[in-house]
């Protein structure tokens, strides 16, 4: 079955970086779109970036854009994600998740259904 295992959140001052990963297992890692959805106390659930693992085409939410980086280690079906410059409003829970896509669909990342999130998720705290 599909897993997926988050690491790597923590606490940071503003400005300061975090690089969170994610490994995978229990599905065709490059047929499939990787990213992180996240979620803040009384907000809704909000895309952060994706990459289809097949070809590396990486997409990112307008919060994201220019201060995180996502990629791939295929070898070790691992994705990352770097973030730099964090700012108080990305405070949140961070999930991996999955689904099956295509590099014509990345950009609908975190719309609509048929993700497998990770169990337990990253916290990611920035004051």
């Known amino acids: 079955h599909v897993q997926l295992v988050e690491s790597g959140g923590g606490s940071v001052q503003a400005g300061g970086s975090l690089r969170l990963s994610c490994a995978a297992s229990g599905f065709t890692y490059t047929r499939n779109c990787m990213g992180w959805i996240r979620q803040a106390p009384g907000m809704e659930r909000e895309a952060v970036a994706a990459i289809y693992t097949g070809l590396g085409r990486a997409h990112y939410a307008a919060s994201g854009l220019g201060r995180f980086t996502i990629s791939k280690y295929n070898a070790k079906t691992l994705v990352y994600l770097q973030m730099d410059n964090l700012k108080p409003e990305d405070t949140a829970m961070y999930s991996c998740?999955?689904?099956?896509?295509?590099?014509?669909?990345?950009?609908?990342w975190g719309r609509g259904g048929g993700y497998t999130f990770g169990e337990q998720g990253t916290q990611v705290t920035v004051s």
């Open positions: 998740a999955t689904r099956r896509c295509s590099p014509s669909t990345i950009g609908t």
